[in-house]
């Protein structure tokens, strides 16, 4: 399930090699209560969800583990980053990454769209266990950035720039974007990538 036509298209392609006729891809919205009513699932893996919610369903960030606990009846896992935008790091690799994060997310919101909004792991255990699931276990990975992410976040605000009508603004903020990524493909081949920040993993059931 995702809410965005765009990537249901690429995971679409992306297996269709492999796709069975009882497998479903489904755009939708979890904050539409009637999306997979009366369904239960042996396994359910949030994969990044919560950090997207906020571009779909803003401010539904504290309803959604009890909006998806009726559909756990064995397992949930969920993936997660720790929030790496908001306060400025000390390391150079850490202030690379945090300044390619807000440019990334200026340009969603000069175009009008919502950016991720990413929450720490310990306010997503505690947001379970509100819910009704017992966590099980959890664990921090430490973060490697390459050239694909340097390169992703500066392409994917080229169309967001590409819309705005003040286009001294856009080509101001396309010279910051190209020299970011100088800056930091330049910092990835130096040092083998940018290590900052963590991801984590949540194993939770219902209670």
Avoid at 47 to 54: F, M, P, S, T, V
Avoid at 151 to 158: L, P
Wanted: with cysteine; charged share 25%.
């Amino acid at each position: 399930m995702t809410g965005a036509t765009g990537h249901a298209v690429q995971v679409r392609d992306a297996v269709a090699s492999v796709r069975r006729t009882q497998d479903r891809l489904i755009v939708s919205n979890w904050a539409d209560e009637t999306l997979l009513a009366g369904e239960r699932f042996d396994t359910v893996l949030a994969d990044y969800l919560l950090g997207a919610i906020e571009g779909f369903a803003p401010y539904f960030q504290e309803a959604l583990f009890k909006r998806l606990r009726p559909h756990v009846g064995g397992r949930l896992y969920l993936t997660g980053l720790e929030p790496y935008v908001h306060e400025e790091p000390a390391t150079p690799a850490g202030r690379m990454v945090w300044e390619i994060g807000r440019f990334r997310d200026a340009c969603l919101m000069l175009a009008g769209e919502r950016a991720y909004r990413e929450y720490p792991m310990g306010w997503v255990t505690a947001q379970l266990e509100a819910a009704g699931f017992r966590i099980l276990a959890g664990k921090h990975f430490p973060i490697r950035y390459k050239a694909r992410f340097v390169n992703g976040q500066i392409d994917m605000c080229a169309p967001r720039l590409a819309r705005l009508e003040d286009r001294t603004l856009a080509d101001a903020m396309t010279a910051r974007g190209e020299a970011l990524r100088a800056r930091g493909l330049e910092m990835v081949e130096a040092e083998d990538g940018l290590r900052h920040g963590h991801d984590y993993v949540i194993a939770a059931e219902p209670v």
